[in-house]
């Protein structure tokens, strides 16, 4: 519960400030201030709201958010590095080359936002939402999606090597010119994912996929084979 004690409304808050806020028997809400560039590092601030406030370059490394909430944020090259996420939510806005690498995803909620260029090179992914992403030329490598919904997300020229998408369902999605080397894609239906530009390499693991007459024109074409 956020108390009208708790609510910090069109400022530009110091480090000091929010640590002056922080309790454990207490959320708080940010809404319109301005954190750009700002050193959060190593805080807890689980639990907290950050409705639509400036993030640009701010800096979360370590910080604990389990959570916590992002709503319409303006986040571009903000670090996540090694932050503790479990349970949060990023709900519009613009994530566009944030870092979070180590991060801690499991259960985390990715809605309706920009993410272009975003780094989650070794981060703990479990169980987490995507709906609505953006993540063209993202950094994902190694990232499990296994059993996952996906929809709409774009994965376009992303670095998908090692990812796991078994019985994944992708659903108006994009993995148009993705780096896809060693993906497993066992028993998952592509049939709503752009997959041009993709090229199958080892069959084995794409045992069971489902796909469309269409898809299954376009890689059959990559053997000189025609559909009709």
């Known amino acids: 519960m956020i108390s009208e004690d708790n609510i910090l409304l069109d400022c530009k808050p110091t480090r000091a400030e929010i640590e002056h806020l922080i309790s454990p028997s207490r959320s708080v809400m940010l809404r ?3 954190l750009s560039g700002l050193d959060l590092s190593h805080l807890d601030l689980s639990g907290w709201l950050f409705e639509r406030c400036g993030l640009t370059g701010a800096d979360f490394t370590g910080a604990r958010l389990e959570e916590s909430r992002f709503k319409g944020a303006r986040a ?3 670090c996540f590095l090694g932050a503790e996420l479990l349970g949060a939510t990023i709900d519009g806005g613009d994530f566009s080359n944030t870092n979070f690498r180590g991060a801690t995803l499991s ?9 272009t260029g975003t780094d989650m ?7 987490v939402t995507f709906e609505d992403v953006l993540l063209v030329l993202a950094f994902l490598p190694r990232l499990s999606f296994r059993k996952a919904v ?14 796991d998408f078994r019985n994944a369902v992708f659903e108006d999605c994009s993995l148009r010119g993705a780096y896809l080397q060693e993906c497993r894609f066992e028993g998952a239906d592509l049939r709503g994912a752009d997959i041009g530009g993709v090229k199958i390499t080892d069959a084995k693991r794409y045992k069971g996929a489902i796909i469309s007459k269409q898809q299954a024109a376009h890689l059959l074409g990559q053997l000189g084979l025609q559909v009709f």
């Open 32 to 34: 319109n201030c301005d």
């Open 76 to 78: 571009t090259g903000a």
């Open 150 to 163: 996906l929809k709409q997300v774009d994965f376009s020229e992303a670095d998908l090597r090692f990812c």
């Open 107 to 115: 259960s985390t909620e990715l809605l309706h936002c920009k993410m």
């Open 121 to 127: 090179t070794e981060a703990r992914v479990l169980d």
